[in-house]
């Protein structure tokens, strides 16, 4: 792997060191699961469709079938993934963190339910999730969704419209979303921040946040980004690849 076993020696060491790791992650997580990411130039969503047509509460008043056949079949993309060695290698983090009373909190901007899916159990969802629909009328969230709709758009037992309960542009993040990723970023002693272009507000603020309260800060992604030069860190890999030997590394120094 082109990854220098000296800057997984180096994760390792830090992360082994610490107790409590917050995690900001974004779509090339899950790039490995074969979700496709929203910026790479190769497959991104975005090149095939336009965010401002599909990703909008405009573009969704305006045509709300298109919007939601849009999101359901990215729902149904997401429920035929599986999480992959990068996910699972953060659900082991947390294991080995919780065993010596210690945290790792998973901020995420996937609204694909993959860390969950793979064991992680404390993850914030910064932009919501396409695995729950909510009521336009009450906000009363759906869980228990079919695998395929009727209708677009999808109706409520009452009749009203169910849209998907994700962040759109030019939406606020959840609040609760956003004080405990403040809080995260404000008390954690390792800050990681995976698989992000770090040019979306107010996630990519994390990782400046972590590093103003003293965190040590680490970035793994293929190619440079804007946290680049900002973290302590900066690792070129893919996270399916680093993340496993990054994990065993700190459980061999841990167990
Ligand atoms: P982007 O598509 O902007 O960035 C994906 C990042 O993942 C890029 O920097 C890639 O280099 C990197 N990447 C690709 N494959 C990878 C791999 N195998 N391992 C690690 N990294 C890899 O996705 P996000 O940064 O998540 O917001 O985008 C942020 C937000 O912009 C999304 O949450 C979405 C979008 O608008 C909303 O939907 C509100």
Same mark, same amino acid.
Not at 2 to 18: C, F, H, K, P, S
Not at 54 to 67: C, D, G, I, K, Q
Not at 104 to 109: D, K, S, Y
Not at 118 to 130: K, N, P, Q, Y
């Given at each position: 792997?082109?990854?220098?076993?000296?800057?997984?020696?180096?994760?390792?060491?830090?992360?082994?060191? =610490?107790?409590?790791?917050?995690?900001?992650? /974004? =779509? /090339?997580?899950?790039?490995?699961?074969?979700?496709?990411? !929203?910026?790479?130039?190769?497959?991104?969503?975005?090149?095939?469709?336009? @965010?401002?047509?599909?990703?909008?509460?405009?573009?969704?008043?305006?045509?709300?079938?298109?919007?939601?056949?849009?999101?359901?079949?990215?729902? &149904?993309?997401? $429920?035929?993934?599986?999480?992959? @060695?990068?996910?699972?290698?953060?659900?082991? $983090?947390?294991? $080995?963190?919780?065993?010596?009373?210690?945290?790792?909190?998973?901020? #995420?901007?996937?609204?694909?339910?993959?860390?969950? &899916?793979?064991?992680?159990?404390?993850?914030?969802?910064?932009?919501? %999730?396409?695995?729950?629909?909510?009521?336009?009328?009450?906000?009363?969230?759906?869980?228990?969704?079919?695998?395929?709709?009727?209708?677009?758009? @999808?109706?409520?037992?009452?009749? #009203?419209?169910?849209? @998907?309960?994700?962040?759109? !542009?030019?939406?606020?993040?959840?609040?609760?979303?956003?004080?405990?990723?403040?809080?995260?970023?404000?008390?954690?002693?390792?800050?990681?921040?995976?698989?992000?272009?770090?040019?979306?507000?107010?996630?990519? /603020? !994390?990782?400046?946040?972590?590093?103003?309260?003293?965190?040590?800060?680490?970035?793994?992604?293929?190619?440079?980004?804007?946290?680049?030069?900002?973290?302590?860190? %900066?690792?070129?890999?893919?996270? /399916?690849?680093?993340?496993?030997?990054?994990?065993?590394?700190? &459980?061999?120094?841990?167990?």
């Amino acid at each position: 792997m082109a990854t220098g076993d000296a800057q997984i020696q180096r994760a390792v060491a830090i992360l082994a060191g =610490a107790r409590r790791v917050g995690v900001l992650s /974004g =779509a /090339g997580i899950s790039a490995e699961s074969k979700i496709p990411t !929203f910026r790479d130039a190769m497959e991104g969503l975005w090149k095939s469709f336009d @965010p401002q047509e599909l990703a909008t509460p405009e573009a969704f008043a305006r045509n709300p079938e298109r919007v939601t056949r849009w999101y359901d079949f990215r729902r &149904r993309m997401c $429920l035929d993934a599986r999480p992959n @060695p990068g996910h699972l290698a953060l659900a082991e $983090l947390e294991r $080995l963190m919780n065993g010596c009373g210690g945290w790792v909190t998973i901020l #995420t901007q996937n609204v694909d339910g993959l860390h969950q &899916r793979a064991g992680s159990r404390d993850v914030v969802e910064l932009h919501g %999730s396409i695995m729950t629909w909510r009521c336009c009328e009450t906000g009363e969230p759906f869980h228990d969704l079919p695998e395929a709709f009727e209708q677009y758009p @999808p109706r409520t037992p009452a009749g #009203t419209m169910l849209r @998907p309960n994700v962040v759109w !542009f030019g939406e606020a993040l959840p609040e609760e979303a956003i004080d405990r990723a403040c809080e995260v970023a404000a008390s954690c002693e390792v800050f990681l921040t995976v698989g992000t272009s770090s040019v979306v507000y107010p996630a990519a /603020g !994390f990782t400046h946040l972590a590093r103003e309260h003293g965190a040590t800060t680490i970035e793994i992604n293929p190619t440079e980004t804007p946290a680049s030069d900002l973290v302590d860190l %900066s690792i070129r890999a893919k996270s /399916g690849e680093a993340l496993p030997m990054i994990v065993a590394g700190v &459980r061999k120094v841990l167990e």
